[in-house]
Nanobody, 120 residues
């Protein structure tokens, strides 16, 4: 099994910044990709940003230019720097990782989620 532990989040005013961190531990042979998703009340979970093992990065259009995702392969960690936050960014943010536990077995794992609230 793989555990993802998130930190960061909280309450911030519109235009402010927050950072999220996520560290993976457990039965990890190789991490394929790590990233962040979010789920607002009454909405489906959606991709925010991901980074693969080769460093390729994918952002949702709504966060391009405002959010920056980065990854520390040695630490099995992923980070999300969020700037110019708006109330529309309010959601529970989930860390995600696709992980090989050995040469043939892989799975998708999720963190417990951390609340980000953007409000005046």
């Amino acid at each position: 099994q793989v555990q993802l532990v998130e930190s960061g989040g909280g309450l911030v005013q519109p235009g402010g910044s927050l950072s999220l961190s996520c560290a993976a531990s457990g039965s990890i042979f190789r991490i394929i990709s790590m990233g962040w998703y979010r789920q607002a009340p009454g909405k489906e979970r959606e991709l925010v940003a991901t980074v693969n093992a080769g460093g390729g990065i994918n952002y949702d259009d709504s966060v391009k230019g405002r959010f920056t995702v980065s990854r520390d392969n040695a630490m099995n960690a992923v980070y999300l720097q969020m700037n110019s936050l708006t109330p529309e960014d309010t959601a529970v943010y989930f860390c995600n990782a696709y992980v090989y536990s050995d040469y043939t077995h892989w799975g998708a794992f999720w963190g417990q989620g951390t609340q980000v609230t953007v409000s005046a």
